[in-house]
C-alpha cells in the first residue's frame, strides 16, 4: 500500500534555501590571524547562487564534477552550498596529498574545475599540468595573475567572476539519490579511494549530527570547524549547521595551537571538532598559558583512538567536556558518538566515554569472526566491524565499472577493517585496525591500548606504536614517542611505567624518541612512515634497562 505523504527529495537545495532565508543572520566566519571576516548566511546564499551561475556559464553541467583545493573558510562554504545545489559534485581535494596522489585523485574524479585559495595556488601550480581533465581554475582570496596555467586551462578571480552574476537562483529539482559531493581517502592504505555522497545521505547525516545524541548542533550554536573540509566533508559540520542555522567558525590556515586559542578567544565558538593530535597540540598550550574555555559546551574528536588522559585533563583542569566519536570518510563520517546514558554522570560516565561510541538506529553495526560468521555483542568477543545504513558508502567510486576496493564489501556491508567489541546496548569499543594490530606469538597486541597507556605519562606528548617483524615473535611493538620539553625520563622509566597497565609480554622492548610523531594527510599518526624508518635504519632504537629479555620468558606469553 502506498504512503499519503509527498515525495519531497532530500535536496541541498533545500537545505541552502531554508538556511539563507530563515537563518539570514547566522554567520560564517573566518579567521585572517587578527580578526575575522564574516558572511552573513544572506550573503551566503547570494555568492551560491552567483558561483552556480558562473560554472553554469563555464559549461558546468549536471553531474560534473567541480574540485576545490582550500583551508576551511567562507569561499569553500560558498562552493558547499552552490556546487550541490546545481546539481554538479563538489570535491574536497585534500590539499596536504602528494602531489603524485593530487593527480590520481582529480584526473580519477575527472574533474573540471578547481577552485584554489590564493595561499595554496604555488602547490597547485605543481600539479596543474598533469591534471587531464580540468578546463578552469578559480582562485579565491588571491591573485589570479599569478598562476601561469598551462594552455587550455583558464583561470579566474572568484570575486571577479562572481559579480558577473546575478545573485537570486531557483535551483532545479534534484533526485535526492544523484550524487552531491566525493571525498577521496586520504590513502593510508594504498591508492586513495573515492566515496560519492548524495543529496540524501548528506541530508539525512546532517539530521542525525543535529541530534542529541549525535553532535547535538543547534540554531545559536557557533560551530569550529578545525577538521578540514577535505576531510569527511568536516564529519558533516558544515551542512549541519546549515540545517539548523548555527553559525560555523572557520580556522583558515591559522591552524597551529596558539592561532585556535586566538581565534577561540575571539570568536567563542560553542562546539569544536578535530582529531586528538590538533587537541593534544591545543591542550599544552591553554596549560602553558590558561584561558577560559567555557564557552565551549562539547569538543567531538575523532579519527583516532582519544586517549583518556586527553578528555581527563581537559575536563579537570579547563573544565571542557569531549565526546570520543568513530567513523570513516566511508561512513559520511558519523558511525557512532560516545555520549555516556544520561543517567549515568561524572567518573561512572568515563566507562562510556572512552569507547568510540554508541551507535545510532540508522547505522546498523555487526562483528564478524575470521570464519564469516557473526559474532556476539557482549562486550568481550573481538571481531571485524561491519556497518551499514543510508550514509554508509556500498562502493567505492570507480569510473570504469573496475571493482576498486571490492573486498571492502560483504553481502551489502562494509567491512571496516576496524577490530573492536560492541556491547549488548551497543557501545563500540576499537582494539586497533586490522593492519596495524601486532601479531605476537599467536597472540594480538592492540597498538591503541599501548598508545594510549604511554601517553597517559605525563612527560608523553605523543606516542605512537607500530608492529615490526622479530625472528622469534612474527611481530614485536616498537614506541616512537615524543617527550615535552625538558622531561628526562628514558625507556626503562616508561617501561616501568607501563608494567601494571598491560600483561608482561605485550611491554615493549624496541623504545625510540622523536621530536614529534609523523602525521599523516588529516593529521594521525603515520605508521607506515614510521614502518618504513624502522626498516630503513633511520630510527635510532633503545632498550630500556629492564626487561628487554624478560618478555620472553613466557612461551606463547602465557605469563
Ligand atoms: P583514513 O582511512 O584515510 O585514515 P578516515 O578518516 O576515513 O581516513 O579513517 C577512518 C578510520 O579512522 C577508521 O576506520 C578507524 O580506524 C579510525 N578511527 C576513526 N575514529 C576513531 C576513533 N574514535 N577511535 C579509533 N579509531 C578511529
Not at 567572476?161 to 539519490?177: I, K, Q, S, T, Y
Not at 560555523?248 to 595551537?257: A, E, G, N
Not at 558518538?337 to 569507547?355: F, L, M, S
Request: proline content about 6%; hydrophobic content about 45%.
Amino acid at each position: 500500500m502506498p504512503s499519503t505523504m509527498q515525495d519531497e527529495p532530500l535536496s541541498l537545495a533545500t537545505l541552502l534555501r531554508y538556511a539563507t532565508t530563515v537563518h539570514a543572520d547566522a554567520t560564517v566566519r573566518t579567521w585572517t590571524g587578527s580578526a575575522s571576516r564574516v558572511l552573513t548566511y544572506r550573503e551566503l546564499g547570494a555568492q551560491a547562487a552567483r558561483l552556480a551561475h558562473a560554472l553554469t556559464a563555464l559549461g558546468i553541467e549536471r553531474g560534473d564534477r567541480v574540485a576545490t583545493f582550500m583551508w576551511n573558510n567562507n569561499e569553500h562554504l560558498i562552493a558547499y552550498c552552490a556546487v550541490p545545489a546545481m546539481g554538479a559534485v563538489l570535491h574536497t581535494l585534500n590539499i596536504r596529498l602528494f602531489p603524485e596522489q593530487i593527480t590520481y585523485v582529480a584526473n580519477h574524479a575527472a574533474d573540471k574545475v578547481v577552485i584554489v585559495d590564493g595561499s595554496l595556488v604555488p602547490v597547485l601550480a605543481q600539479v596543474l599540468p598533469t591534471l587531464r581533465t580540468v578546463r578552469h581554475v578559480i582562485v579565491a582570496n588571491g591573485d589570479a595573475a599569478a598562476l601561469h596555467a598551462p594552455d587550455g586551462v583558464a583561470v579566474h578571480e572568484l570575486d571577479t567572476l562572481l559579480a558577473e552574476f546575478p545573485p537570486v537562483l531557483d535551483f532545479p529539482v534534484l533526485d535526492e539519490r544523484s550524487a552531491a559531493a566525493m571525498c577521496y581517502t586520504s590513502g593510508t592504505t594504498g591508492d586513495p579511494k573515492g566515496v560519492v555522497y548524495s543529496h540524501r545521505s548528506n541530508w539525512l547525516h546532517s539530521m542525525h549530527a543535529c541530534t542529541a545524541d549525535g553532535m547535538g548542533i543547534r540554531a545559536g550554536d557557533r560551530v569550529l570547524a578545525v577538521v578540514p573540509m577535505f576531510h569527511a566533508n568536516a564529519w558533516g559540520l558544515p551542512y549541519a549547521a546549515l540545517m539548523v542555522g548555527a553559525s560555523l567558525v572557520m580556522p583558515d590556515r591559522f591552524l597551529q595551537p596558539s592561532p585556535l586559542l586566538e581565534l577561540m578567544a575571539a570568536e567563542r565558538p560553542s562546539f569544536a571538532a578535530a582529531v586528538p593530535t590538533v587537541w593534544n597540540g591545543v591542550l599544552a598550550a591553554v596549560d602553558a598559558s590558561p584561558r577560559d574555555l567555557g564557552h565551549l559546551r562539547a569538543v567531538v574528536v575523532g579519527g583516532s583512538a582519544v586517549p583518556a588522559q586527553l578528555m581527563r585533563a581537559f575536563e579537570d583542569r579547563h573544565g571542557v567536556r569531549i565526546i570520543q566519536a568513530w567513523g570513516m570518510t566511508e561512513t559520511s563520517p558519523l558511525g557512532c558518538v560516545a555520549w555516556p546514558p544520561p543517567e549515568i554522570e561524572g567518573e561512572a560516565a568515563y566507562a562510556y566515554r572512552v569507547t568510540q561510541g554508541r551507535f545510532p538506529a540508522p547505522v546498523q553495526a555487526r562483528l564478524i569472526g575470521n570464519d564469516g560468521a557473526e559474532l556476539p555483542r557482549d562486550g568481550r568477543t573481538v571481531g571485524e566491524l561491519e556497518v551499514r545504513g543510508p550514509w554508509i558508502t556500498a562502493s567505492y567510486y570507480s569510473p570504469d565499472a573496475d571493482t576498486i576496493g571490492s573486498d571492502a564489501f560483504r553481502d551489502g556491508w562494509l567491512r571496516t577493517g576496524d577490530i573492536g567489541t560492541i556491547t549488548a546496548d551497543g557501545y563500540l569499543t576499537l582494539v586497533d585496525r586490522a593492519k596495524d594490530i601486532i601479531k605476537s606469538g599467536g597472540e594480538w597486541i592492540s597498538s591503541v591500548e599501548l598508545e594510549n597507556a604511554i601517553m597517559a605519562h605525563p612527560d608523553v606528548v605523543e606516542a605512537a606504536v607500530f608492529g615490526v617483524p622479530d625472528e622469534k615473535w612474527d611481530e614485536r611493538p616498537v614506541v616512537a614517542a615524543a617527550l615535552r620539553t625538558g622531561a628526562e625520563v628514558d625507556a626503562g622509566a616508561l617501561r616501568a611505567f607501563l608494567a601494571d597497565k598491560v600483561a608482561k609480554w605485550q611491554l615493549p622492548e624496541r623504545w625510540t624518541f622523536v621530536p614529534e610523531v609523523p602525521k599523516t594527510s588529516v593529521g594521525k599518526f603515520d605508521k607506515k612512515v614510521l614502518r618504513a624508518r624502522y626498516a630503513a635504519d633511520q630510527l635510532d632504537i633503545v632498550a630500556p634497562d629492564s626487561g628487554a629479555t624478560q618478555m620472553s620468558s613466557g612461551a606463547g606469553h602465557d605469563d
